[in-house]
C-alpha cells in the first residue's frame, strides 16, 4: 500500500476515504464533508487525506474523526482533530464555518508545483 517516501497510492487511499465521507456525511449533526488537499486533487500519491466539514455541532465530528475503528487519535483542537489509521496513515478533519468552505478546499495544503502551475 505504501509509495515511496512515505506517500500512498491513491487507489489504495481512495476507498478508505470514501467510507470515512460517507460515515461523517450520515451524521445528521453534518451540513456538508469533502475531501481536501491531494485526494481532493486527485493525485496519484497522497500523503495523508484531508477532510473539510461544515457541522452544526463540531464537537459531534471530532469525536468522530478521534475514534475512527482501527484509528489511534492523535490530538484535536480549536478546529481540527488528526487521526492515525491503521492502514498506516493520517486523516485530518477541518470543522469551519459555511462562510469559509471554498477558500478552505482552495487553500488546502498543496505541494509548492501544484501551486506554481
Not at 466539514?53 to 475512527?68: E, H
Request: glycine share 12%; with cysteine.
Amino acid at each position: 500500500m505504501k509509495g515511496s517516501k512515505g506517500r500512498f497510492l491513491l487507489g489504495d487511499i481512495l476507498p478508505i476515504a470514501s467510507e470515512v465521507l460517507e460515515k461523517l456525511r450520515n451524521f445528521p449533526e453534518v451540513e456538508r464533508a469533502d475531501t481536501a488537499g491531494s485526494v481532493r486533487r486527485r493525485r496519484e500519491t497522497i500523503g495523508d487525506v484531508d477532510i473539510l466539514a461544515i457541522p452544526a455541532t463540531p464537537a459531534r465530528s471530532w469525536t468522530f474523526s478521534c475514534r475512527s475503528p482501527g484509528g489511534q487519535g492523535l490530538g484535536q483542537g480549536g478546529t481540527k482533530s488528526s487521526v492515525h489509521l491503521k492502514e498506516g496513515f493520517d486523516m485530518d478533519l477541518r470543522v469551519i464555518a459555511p462562510e469559509s468552505y471554498g477558500a478552505a478546499s482552495s487553500t488546502s495544503p498543496a505541494p509548492r508545483t501544484t501551486i506554481l502551475r
